[in-house]
């Protein structure tokens, strides 16, 4: 135990400068190698990868819903202006709309590219549940959580190499790498904390999140439940400690918005 503490401990005092020392699933700490650069970097590799591939990801043309984007980015922009995002003024925070009616999923890459489908917004019936989901995927970014998990899967030897300027083929195919990775279950569950913070100080319900888990609940999760249910509790356990953030930190808005949620989603493809 002792040597392995020692090594984190060197391979951390190596990554000064590049990177920081973060928590993993297990609790134990272990270095993130790569700066705030190499987020947006990464982020901006994972888009063109997105963007390359519109069988897989069919992005819906902004000039062609300009309504939808400019009503989904309304959201983002409150998130961003709570004064909670710790890198609201460095990560993009680009928002795109993928038309797949079948997924209830979104995901953010490093450096703030934001992805959300059409299945999951009307599945949704609320601005504050979609508000809370966004939150939820965007604290992935803000708390660096892709490149924490890339730092565990490259492994310490390759780590070291990477610090020393060796092995740079291994970050060769990085765009395609960031879209397959899972998160640990800490990781999901300060994703969870940071949605409540984040709309917190906005008007909407701060447990919005937790109406989406409600829903999952009583219709059943079945074959369209999110990839980033994988590492969580259940859908329970979520709702009861999304609640218990939004009682703690003594959260007061309460608008959900439902009318014109309605009508984004019927300005949505069919």
């Known amino acids: 135990m002792r040597t392995s503490i020692l090594f984190c401990g060197a391979l951390c005092a190596l990554a000064i400068g590049m990177g920081s020392c973060s928590a993993d699933g297990s609790g134990d700490?272990?270095?993130n190698i790569f700066s705030l650069e190499d987020d947006i970097n990464f982020g901006r590799q994972a888009d063109s990868a997105i963007m390359a591939n519109p069988a897989e990801y069919p992005v819906l043309n902004r000039a062609q819903f300009p309504a939808s984007y400019a009503y989904i980015e309304k959201i983002r922009n409150k998130i961003l202006n709570s004064g909670q995002v710790f890198y609201k003024d460095k990560f993009a925070w680009e928002i795109k709309i993928i038309r797949d009616d079948n997924t209830l999923?979104?995901?953010?890459?490093?450096?703030?590219?934001?992805?959300?489908?059409?299945?999951l917004i009307k599945f949704l019936?609320?601005?504050?549940?979609?508000?809370?989901?966004l939150g939820h995927?965007?604290?992935h970014a803000d708390r660096r959580h892709s490149t924490d998990q890339l730092t565990q899967q490259l492994g310490l030897s390759t780590l070291l190499d990477i610090v020393l300027g060796k092995n740079q083929g291994a970050l060769s195919n990085i765009?395609?790498?960031?879209?397959?990775?899972?998160?640990s279950r800490n990781q999901e569950s300060e994703a969870d904390d940071y949605s409540v913070m984040y709309l917190c100080p906005t008007d909407y319900s701060a447990?919005?999140?937790?109406?989406?888990?409600?829903k999952l609940i009583s219709q059943g999760s079945s074959g369209g439940t999110p990839t980033f249910l994988s590492t969580?509790?259940?859908p329970e356990d979520r709702v009861t400690k999304i609640n218990s953030k939004r009682n703690d930190?003594?959260?007061?808005?309460?608008?959900?918005?439902?009318?014109?949620?309605?009508?984004f989603k019927a300005g949505l493809p069919n």
């Open 29 to 31: 700490f272990t270095p």
């Open 175 to 183: 765009g395609q790498t960031l879209l397959s990775l899972s998160f």
């Open 105 to 119: 999923n979104a995901f953010c890459t490093p450096g703030g590219y934001i992805y959300v489908y059409t299945g």
């Open 232 to 234: 969580h509790p259940g």
């Open 207 to 214: 447990n919005g999140a937790a109406g989406f888990f409600d």
């Open 137 to 139: 995927e965007m604290a």
């Open 125 to 133: 019936d609320h601005e504050s549940e979609l508000a809370g989901v």
């Open 249 to 263: 930190l003594g959260c007061t808005g309460s608008n959900n918005y439902d009318a014109d949620y309605s009508n």
